[in-house]
């Protein structure tokens, strides 16, 4: 059984910052890639931001410069800094994982349950 499990949510005025946090825990061999992604009512899912173990990251255009991703790999942790926040930014945030269980299991893709980031005008 894997785990991610969020924290750092909330209510911020717009230019404000919050920090993300998601950690990962359970029968983890490796972990190849973290992430975030967001979803917003009536929108789909959108890719955020995501690490590899290797350090190269990827960002939505939407969030270049205001957000950064980074990763503590011996904690299985990932981080999303967001400054300057704006009212569009606001959504469900979920951290996802791409990891293996075992030396010789395939990538597998786990989420998190989803923590609510709200932006005020």
């Known amino acids: 059984q894997v785990q991610l499990v969020e924290s750092g949510g909330g209510l911020v005025q717009a230019g404000g910052s919050l920090r993300l946090s998601c950690a990962a825990s359970?029968?983890?061999?490796?972990?190849?890639?973290m992430g975030w992604y967001r979803q917003a009512p009536g929108k789909q899912r959108e890719l955020v931001a995501n690490i590899f173990s290797g350090g190269r990251t990827k960002y939505a255009d939407s969030v270049k410069g205001r957000f950064t991703i980074s990763r503590d790999n011996a904690k299985n942790t990932v981080y999303l800094q967001m400054n300057s926040l704006k009212p569009e930014d606001t959504a469900v945030y979920y951290c996802?994982?791409?990891?293996?269980?075992?030396?010789?299991?395939?990538?597998?893709?786990?989420w998190g349950q989803g923590t609510q980031v709200t932006v005020s005008s």
């Open positions: 359970g029968s983890i061999f490796s972990i190849n890639l």
């Open positions: 996802n994982a791409v990891l293996r269980t075992n030396y010789d299991s395939y990538d597998l893709q786990y």
